[in-house]
């Protein structure tokens, strides 16, 4: 298989559009044919925006949203090719060119992709396939309806005339797109493609070493740029050594970045999406210019964020619990009486770190500016927001600017921000020469958009028959900016077990922040379900209740509970705890040995509904080892590609126990502490378990797997340390010290 570029062949034809604007949020498709004029036997046809057929039968499709790993790339053309009725092994994917007005939104995040594309993809390529059935239908003067397909090829049936693909594609520059709201999606009985396991279409590059990451692009001339920041967020530069670090061999410029104005409040209204302030420096190769670097001898000025600290945080929640919080975000019944009145109530304060993305490619990009345009190549999950901030902080017109979408290696939300999209552009320009900007290890994790920390402080009351009746929690988080609460440190008023408890008070208080955040895959969700799933299996215990066995019964007996957008189906919930009880056993935890326990968590977050298990054993010097988890998902009736589904939810539970067993960003005199990974360690293959998977296929349409799997992996986890140890883990991380016999 060839991998050269064909997606010229799709930009610049003259083509004739007709844009048909269907599905949830506006989602745009771009049906366009080559015309007369070009038309000629010995090249690709495009039959529309995202569609390629070239003479041999060999079909290109452009996939629309940037792959960081979660396989987009892959599962998206595969419902076009599935509708178009072609051969997967007839496929080509290359990326689309960023380009909102045919594609709509080109994103990776919220495991989106998914709902979004679900049923507009497909109907791209039926589109595609019943254009090519009218052009076989007019050269065999009969109606559409007298052919059908079969991968690559029209039939017609009458008479069993064949006609490939390849052979058609030219004559569809005369064929009028039909209307895809009116064209016939297949029976999933029918399918070939979708619901298959399919491997990666990037994995032979990427084992080979091919050039697809951001990190490995390359423009004639090009130079190489390191951008030194404050340690403190959003410090400005008070003095540096320029001319030492020029004198550096191969160093080639070295210069002072004021920052822009709304660096530290952008649109969001929080400090870090912007380019902030700096010194780069720029040479002919990248250890030339961290040598350069290294003699800078910045100074830095002083800043507010310097007298912050996670130290002065945790005190902070502590007062603020201790008096009447900001803000009420729910009261349903009455919380205090119903504590006063209850057979016995619980009280308990759960806290969770900062966490870095520790995307395994450190942030990156190549930028060129020419001829008063720009053209940046930039492993971003949010290609279109870069691109505007492009625009606004170099003064440039949006439309001077392309930006073109390579793999990331690594994602997890931290790409959604385009920082270090606006530093290259910045440097590129100042340079005057194409620069590639590398962040070291310590800048990616020391200039992180961080999962924010938070604090829980529950209370909970029982009555007579072990039934939840009452739950309180004062929510302590982070504010910044003009926003109510920082970055992904916000929580839904909605947050389970909200409506399935009769007196419930969620209270939010909040503390200033000068420390970036942002999403970290599952935003939000991978910090709450510890601390309400925690607090819930509490809750069993002091009930001298089976936990899973109580949160089915608080679940109730209702298939859904609220109105959409927020409603709960809490029939999907019950079904999943079901299922993920059979598969592991649960009825014959009691056997386990001394030292091993498990431990049951569920969730609801990015449409998807999952419950797992944990199965855990810890030494008497506190080590936890975790042995297996058990996963129950419901994520509709169709999983699209079973081999990324399966990749998705192993990755997203082995993430979540790195997460809970080792780390943590610290603040300290407004900077983080941490700096690489000797200080902020991932999970080792050694550490890893086993994940078995369950998909319940059920009546609804499919929704994405990149992040629902995680957030129930981290309370399975605690609740089955305490199982193990009658030790119950408040705190994240887990530390040997918390667990020592």
Same mark, same amino acid.
Request: hydrophobic share 40%.
């Given at each position: 298989?060839?991998?050269?570029?064909?997606?010229?062949?799709?930009?610049?034809?003259?083509?004739?559009?007709?844009?048909?604007?269907?599905?949830?949020?506006?989602?745009?498709?771009?049906?366009?044919?080559?015309?007369?004029?070009?038309?000629?036997?010995?090249?690709?046809?495009?039959?529309?925006?995202?569609?390629?057929?070239?003479?041999?039968?060999?079909?290109?499709?452009?996939?629309?949203?940037?792959?960081?790993?979660?396989?987009?790339?892959?599962?998206?053309?595969?419902?076009?090719?599935?509708?178009?009725?072609?051969?997967?092994?007839?496929?080509?994917?290359?990326?689309?060119?960023?380009?909102?007005?045919?594609?709509?939104?080109?994103?990776?995040?919220?495991?989106?992709?998914?709902?979004?594309?679900?049923?507009?993809?497909?109907?791209?390529?039926?589109?595609?396939?019943?254009?090519?059935?009218?052009?076989?239908?007019?050269?065999?003067?009969?109606?559409?309806?007298?052919?059908?397909?079969?991968?690559?090829?029209?039939?017609?049936?009458?008479?069993?005339?064949?006609?490939?693909?390849?052979?058609?594609?030219?004559?569809?520059?005369?064929?009028?797109?039909?209307?895809?709201?009116?064209?016939?999606?297949?029976?999933?009985?029918?399918?070939?493609?979708?619901?298959?396991?399919?491997?990666?279409?990037?994995?032979?590059?990427?084992?080979?070493?091919?050039?697809?990451?951001?990190?490995?692009?390359?423009?004639?001339?090009?130079?190489?740029?390191?951008?030194?920041?404050?340690?403190? =967020?959003?410090?400005?530069?008070?003095?540096?050594?320029?001319?030492?670090?020029?004198?550096?061999?191969?160093?080639?410029?070295? =210069?002072?970045?004021?920052?822009?104005?709304?660096?530290?409040?952008?649109?969001?209204?929080?400090?870090?999406?912007?380019?902030?302030?700096?010194?780069?420096?720029?040479?002919?190769?990248?250890?030339?210019?961290?040598?350069?670097?290294?003699?800078?001898?910045?100074?830095?000025?002083?800043?507010?964020?310097?007298?912050?600290?996670?130290?002065?945080?945790?005190?902070?929640?502590?007062?603020?619990?201790?008096?009447?919080?900001?803000?009420?975000?729910?009261?349903?019944?009455?919380?205090?009486?119903?504590?006063?009145?209850?057979?016995?109530?619980?009280?308990?304060?759960?806290?969770?770190?900062?966490?870095?993305?520790?995307?395994?490619?450190?942030?990156?990009?190549?930028?060129?500016?020419?001829?008063?345009?720009?053209?940046?190549?930039?492993?971003?999950?949010?290609?279109?927001?870069?691109?505007?901030?492009?625009?606004?902080?170099?003064?440039?017109?949006?439309?001077?600017?392309?930006?073109?979408?390579?793999?990331?290696?690594?994602?997890?939300?931290?790409?959604?921000?385009?920082?270090?999209?606006?530093?290259?552009?910045?440097?590129?320009?100042?340079?005057?020469?194409?620069?590639?900007?590398?962040?070291?290890?310590?800048?990616?994790?020391?200039?992180?958009?961080?999962?924010?920390?938070?604090?829980?402080?529950?209370?909970?009351?029982?009555?007579?028959?072990?039934?939840?009746?009452?739950?309180?929690?004062? =929510?302590?988080?982070?504010?910044?900016?003009?926003?109510?609460?920082?970055?992904?440190?916000?929580?839904?008023?909605?947050?389970?077990?909200?409506?399935?408890?009769?007196?419930?008070?969620?209270?939010?208080?909040?503390?200033?922040?000068?420390?970036?955040?942002?999403?970290?895959?599952?935003?939000?969700?991978?910090?709450?379900?510890?601390?309400?799933?925690?607090?819930?299996?509490?809750?069993?215990?002091?009930?001298?209740?089976?936990?899973?066995?109580?949160?089915?019964?608080?679940?109730?007996?209702?298939?859904?509970?609220?109105?959409?957008?927020?409603?709960?189906?809490?029939?999907?919930?019950?079904?999943?705890?079901?299922?993920?009880?059979?598969?592991?056993?649960?009825?014959?935890?009691?056997?386990?040995?001394?030292?091993?326990?498990?431990?049951?968590?569920?969730?609801?977050?990015?449409?998807?509904?999952?419950?797992?298990?944990?199965?855990?054993?810890?030494?008497?010097?506190?080590?936890?080892?975790?042995?297996?988890?058990?996963?129950?998902?419901?994520?509709?009736?169709?999983?699209?590609?079973?081999?990324?589904?399966?990749?998705?939810?192993?990755?997203?539970?082995?993430?979540?126990?790195?997460?809970?067993?080792?780390?943590?960003?610290?603040?300290?005199?407004?900077?983080?502490?941490?700096?690489?990974?000797?200080?902020?360690?991932?999970?080792?293959?050694?550490?890893?378990?086993?994940?078995?998977?369950?998909?319940?296929?059920?009546?609804?349409?499919?929704?994405?797997?990149?992040?629902?799997?995680?957030?129930?992996?981290?309370?399975?986890?605690?609740?089955?340390?305490?199982?193990?140890?009658?030790?119950?883990?408040?705190?994240?991380?887990?530390?040997?010290?918390?667990?020592?016999?």
């Amino acid at each position: 298989m060839t991998f050269h570029d064909q997606t010229s062949a799709v930009r610049g034809a003259n083509r004739r559009e007709i844009l048909t604007s269907v599905g949830a949020g506006g989602f745009t498709l771009a049906f366009s044919m080559a015309s007369r004029a070009e038309a000629q036997d010995d090249v690709a046809k495009p039959l529309n925006a995202y569609v390629t057929v070239a003479p041999n039968g060999q079909v290109t499709i452009l996939a629309k949203s940037p792959d960081v790993g979660q396989g987009v790339k892959t599962m998206l053309p595969m419902l076009i090719a599935e509708e178009l009725d072609v051969a997967w092994e007839d496929v080509r994917i290359e990326m689309a060119p960023n380009d909102p007005k045919t594609y709509g939104r080109q994103f990776a995040g919220g495991s989106m992709a998914t709902p979004m594309h679900w049923e507009d993809l497909r109907r791209v390529g039926a589109v595609a396939r019943a254009m090519l059935i009218q052009a076989a239908a007019t050269a065999w003067n009969c109606g559409p309806g007298d052919c059908t397909t079969v991968p690559g090829e029209v039939i017609h049936k009458p008479s069993g005339k064949k006609r490939t693909y390849g052979s058609l594609a030219m004559a569809c520059a005369n064929v009028t797109p039909p209307d895809p709201k009116t064209v016939a999606l297949k029976d999933a009985k029918d399918y070939r493609i979708v619901g298959k396991p399919v491997v990666q279409y990037d994995t032979a590059r990427i084992v080979t070493g091919q050039p697809l990451f951001g990190i490995d692009q390359r423009r004639p001339g090009m130079l190489y740029a390191t951008y030194v920041k404050a340690p403190v =967020f959003g410090a400005k530069v008070a003095s540096a050594d320029l001319e030492a670090a020029k004198a550096v061999k191969g160093v080639k410029a070295a =210069f002072i970045v004021a920052g822009a104005d709304d660096a530290f409040a952008p649109a969001g209204g929080h400090i870090g999406q912007g380019l902030m302030p700096g010194v780069a420096v720029v040479a002919d190769n990248w250890w030339a210019a961290k040598k350069g670097r290294d003699k800078l001898n910045v100074k830095w000025a002083e800043h507010p964020t310097g007298a912050q600290s996670s130290k002065g945080y945790a005190e902070q929640a502590a007062a603020l619990n201790a008096g009447k919080p900001l803000r009420n975000a729910r009261n349903d019944g009455d919380v205090d009486a119903a504590l006063k009145g209850a057979a016995k109530t619980v009280e308990a304060a759960y806290a969770y770190p900062f966490l870095s993305h520790a995307n395994l490619e450190p942030q990156n990009c190549t930028a060129e500016f020419k001829d008063g345009k720009l053209e940046v190549w930039a492993p971003t999950q949010f290609p279109e927001p870069g691109r505007q901030l492009c625009a606004k902080t170099l003064g440039m017109k949006p439309e001077d600017i392309t930006v073109n979408m390579v793999r990331g290696g690594g994602g997890f939300g931290r790409r959604l921000a385009n920082d270090y999209m606006v530093e290259a552009a910045w440097i590129a320009r100042e340079a005057k020469a194409p620069v590639k900007l590398v962040w070291t290890r310590e800048d990616d994790m020391q200039h992180d958009h961080y999962r924010p920390a938070g604090f829980h402080f529950f209370k909970g009351g029982l009555d007579a028959q072990g039934n939840l009746t009452a739950l309180q929690d004062h =929510f302590v988080t982070f504010a910044s900016g003009t926003g109510p609460t920082a970055p992904s440190a916000g929580m839904s008023a909605a947050e389970f077990p909200a409506r399935f408890v009769p007196n419930l008070r969620y209270d939010v208080s909040t503390i200033p922040l000068g420390v970036p955040t942002g999403p970290l895959r599952a935003p939000g969700s991978n910090a709450l379900a510890f601390a309400f799933q925690s607090f819930i299996d509490e809750m069993a215990h002091a009930a001298g209740a089976d936990p899973l066995a109580f949160q089915i019964k608080l679940l109730g007996d209702k298939d859904v509970v609220g109105e959409a957008p927020a409603a709960y189906a809490a029939g999907r919930m019950r079904g999943v705890l079901k299922a993920v009880g059979e598969m592991s056993g649960w009825a014959n935890r009691g056997k386990l040995p001394k030292g091993e326990g498990m431990g049951v968590a569920c969730y609801y977050s990015h449409q998807g509904y999952f419950a797992e298990v944990a199965h855990v054993a810890v030494s008497a010097e506190g080590a936890v080892k975790a042995k297996k988890v058990w996963v129950a998902a419901d994520v509709g009736r169709q999983i699209i590609n079973p081999h990324g589904a399966l990749n998705q939810v192993q990755g997203s539970v082995l993430d979540g126990i790195s997460e809970a067993l080792h780390q943590q960003i610290t603040i300290a005199n407004g900077a983080a502490e941490q700096s690489n990974f000797t200080d902020y360690p991932l999970m080792r293959i050694s550490e890893a378990c086993p994940v078995e998977v369950k998909f319940l296929k059920t009546e609804f349409n499919p929704t994405g797997l990149g992040e629902p799997a995680l957030p129930p992996a981290i309370p399975a986890l605690t609740n089955a340390i305490f199982a193990a140890t009658g030790k119950r883990v408040r705190s994240l991380p887990i530390t040997p010290d918390m667990l020592k016999a």
